[in-house]
């Protein structure tokens, strides 16, 4: 499948229902949806994403999911049963996260913090350093596990999959997934 310009830009502004179900143990929060992701309804949806990759060669699911015309219900049911949720710290698309200001990141972080309480996962994993640190006033905050808790879940911030975090390949950022999924308990040591 794929969308001319025009197409995609008309999902500007939109927002994409978050994947989550009972049992959640892990959390994974992206940014914002992308204006693919918008479009077919399926977070991490863009070609070339390296998330679904990285989620395989971490093991914490089967095989790489292809997002890219919307999830099929086989691949959505995986991740719910794995207890796999996922989110975004901003609910609107965008073409790319720098079209997002600092105050919508602080109030889409806000609004993060109350889902957590409803949702109750064993492992929240914001995937980026740089809105992290804007999101949530943490200047100092470093990649991995952090200090603090919300509402008991372990907070993660782990390498963003983005083709324009360059220095982070699949192996890596399968790495730093699969240390959060057994955290969770997704998946065991």
């Known amino acids: 499948m794929g969308f001319t310009r025009a197409e995609l830009l008309s ?24 204006l693919w992701t918008a479009a077919t309804g399926a977070h991490f949806a863009r070609p070339g994403n390296r998330f679904y990759p990285a989620l395989a060669r971490a093991g914490i699911v089967d095989s790489v999911i292809d997002a890219s015309s919307g999830y099929s219900d086989a691949d959505r049911q995986m991740l719910l049963d794995r207890g796999i949720g996922i989110t975004n710290i901003v609910a609107r698309a965008s073409a790319t996260a720098a079209e997002l200001s600092a105050a919508e990141l602080r109030a889409g972080g806000e609004r993060l913090r109350r889902a957590v309480a409803e949702i109750g996962p064993r492992v929240v994993a ?5 809105a992290y640190r804007t999101a949530f006033g943490d200047r100092h905050a470093v990649v991995g596990p952090q200090e603090q808790t919300w509402d008991g879940a372990q907070l993660w911030v782990v390498p963003n999959p ?10 890596s950022l399968a790495a730093a997934y699969r240390a959060a999924a057994v955290a969770a308990g997704v998946i065991a040591e």
């Open 126 to 130: 914001i995937l980026g350093i740089t």
């Open 11 to 34: 999902h500007n502004g939109e927002t994409v229902e978050d994947l989550v179900g009972e049992g959640c143990r892990l959390l994974m929060v992206g940014i914002n949806p992308g």
């Open 162 to 171: 983005s083709g324009l975090n360059a220095h982070e390949t699949v192996d």
